[in-house]
T-cell receptor
Framework: NAGVMQNPRHLVRRRGQEARLRCSPM?????VYWYRQLPEEGLKFMVYLQKENIIDESGMPKERFSAEFPKEGPSILRIQQVVRGDSAAYFC?????????????FGPGTRLTVL | KQEVTQIPAALSVPEGENLVLNCSFTDSAIYNLQWFRQDPGKGLTSLLLIQSSQREQTSGRLNASLDKSSGRSTLYIAASQPGDSATYLC????????????FGRGTQLTVWP
């Protein structure tokens, strides 16, 4: 049973470009979460999604950031017009059905560098 | 504001020692609590999950306890090994906002041979 998959593992963008981060949850998991880890800071929650629904996006910046988890395919975290402050490690986690309080399993992360 | 504090921030010990890592939280509505390890440049590996109705969990040389009344959790590592070197993170769910985890900043552990 493969774990949570994220790609790309490393992404370099210039200021103003778009970044697309992908996350495939563990098999059988229907809940996906995105977290961001800024340098020298702890992990901060961004968004919680179930298939085709955003459950909690209270941690998402109001502008430039969006997330989706379509019926088919991976979850996507999209950052438009990236700025240097977006440079961070972005982690995706998933959990099985049965409520959002179950154990979360994390992917290896995507390390975004904005030049 | 939910705050999770981990003490110490860094710890360096010789192998073989028994260790206690501390996690304290201000949230009175904590639900589950989860301990992770993070290796440099890598993702998080789930170590233990203490469910809302439980007080402790054990896995191999690891034992985690949860005391909601005092707002504390401890991770006990027995007979530490160099391979245990990593950053250890605690995180909890909050009863009213299922889904999101609130993280501490971690304890960076170095076990030297």
């Amino acid at each position: 049973n493969a774990g949570v998959m994220q790609n790309p593992r490393h992404l370099v963008r210039r200021r103003g470009q778009e970044a697309r981060l992908r996350c495939s949850p563990m098999k059988g998991h229907s809940h996906v979460y995105w977290y961001r880890q800024l340098p020298e800071e702890g992990l901060k929650f961004m968004v919680y999604l179930q298939k085709e629904n955003i459950i909690d996006e209270s941690g998402m910046p109001k502008e430039r950031f969006s997330a989706e988890f379509p019926k088919e395919g991976p979850s996507i975290l999209r950052i438009q017009q990236v700025v240097r402050g977006d440079s961070a490690a972005y982690f995706c986690a998933s959990s099985p059905p049965g409520g959002g309080s179950n154990e979360q399993f994390f992917g290896p992360g995507t390390r975004l560098t904005v030049l | 504001k939910q705050e999770v504090t981990q003490i110490p921030a860094a710890l360096s010990v010789p192998e073989g020692e028994n260790l206690v890592l501390n996690c304290s939280f201000t949230d009175s509505a904590i639900y589950n609590l989860q301990w992770f390890r993070q290796d440099p440049g890598k993702g998080l590996t789930s170590l233990l999950l203490i469910q809302s109705s439980q007080r402790e969990q054990t896995s191999g040389r690891l034992n985690a306890s949860l005391d909601k009344s005092s707002g504390r959790s401890t991770l006990y590592i027995a007979a530490s090994q160099p391979g245990d070197s990593a950053t250890y993170l605690c995180a909890h769910h909050r009863g009213s906002t299922l889904g999101r985890l609130y993280f501490g900043r971690g304890t960076q552990l170095t076990v030297w041979p």
